[in-house]
């Protein structure tokens, strides 16, 4: 079975400046893909950053960027120029087929001015 | 596109009761998957629905079961309620049809389930 682990419960961040969130998995599968969710306190979750484990690019989207470790199993997110709506759970994600979704405990991101 | 909606959105049963939660998926989206947030955890995968069948299961009992409507939407039921079921339960919805690029699902706001 395929397990996410993230060490960090908590983290800080001031704004504008830049955090790094980080995740850890275990699979057998060569094909998958990887996630990282935000769950502010109004309990929507939403897709923040995707990787797809074949490609060697880090995925990138405005202020959010991936660190994609294949061989150590390793994607962090860095979160750059951060805002006080960046403040929420961060969850990481595995998935390798149209099935479940696998997550870890989150990060719990605070940004203070 | 009113995205993924959950009804309610609180919901409050004592133990051995009986509870069922909806779930709209998204406009286009044909697959359904509910999930399990316990306080302070991150979401547990419960099973996914898909052409009215339930194409795959987690590690929950059965007294957890669903059901997937024409239409797409679905319902989650739970029998015998425990004080551990006291969660929060969220649906996600995704697009199959052909093979996935990747495995996007856009979750809804999710049911705040209290056992007494």
């Known amino acids: 079975a395929q397990t996410v682990t993230q060490s960090q419960p908590e983290m800080s961040v001031q704004e504008a400046e830049t955090v790094t969130l980080s995740c850890t998995y275990d699979?057998?599968?060569?094909?998958?893909?990887l996630f990282w969710y935000k769950q502010p306190p109004s309990r929507q979750m939403i897709l923040v950053i995707r990787?797809?484990?074949?490609?060697?690019q880090n995925a990138t989207e405005n202020r959010f960027s991936v660190n994609f470790q294949k061989a150590a199993k390793s994607f962090s997110l860095k979160i750059s120029d951060s805002q006080l709506g960046d403040a929420a759970m961060y969850f990481c994600?595995?998935?390798?087929?149209?099935?479940?979704?696998?997550f870890g405990k989150g990060t719990s991101l605070l940004v203070t001015p | 596109d009113a995205g993924v909606t959950q009804s309610p959105t609180h919901l409050i049963k004592t133990r051995g009761q009986q509870v069922t939660l909806r779930c709209s998926p998204k406009?286009?989206?044909?697959?359904v998957s509910w999930y399990q947030q316990a306080l302070g955890q991150g979401p547990q995968f419960i099973f996914q629905?898909?052409?009215?069948?339930?194409?795959q299961r987690g590690n929950f009992p059965d007294r957890f079961s669903g059901h997937q409507f024409p239409n797409y939407s679905s319902e989650l039921n739970v029998n015998a309620l425990l004080l551990g079921d006291s969660a929060l339960y969220l649906c996600?919805?995704?697009?199959?049809?052909?093979?996935?690029?990747?495995?996007?699902?856009?979750f809804g706001p999710g049911t705040r389930l209290t056992v007494l």
């Open positions: 996600a919805s995704s697009r199959r049809g052909y093979k996935f690029s990747y495995n996007e699902q856009f």
């Open positions: 699979t057998s599968e060569s094909d998958y893909y």
């Open positions: 990787q797809e484990a074949y490609k060697q």
């Open positions: 994600a595995y998935g390798n087929s149209g099935y479940a979704l696998n």
């Open positions: 406009s286009g989206h044909d697959t």
């Open positions: 629905y898909y052409e009215e069948e339930e194409r």
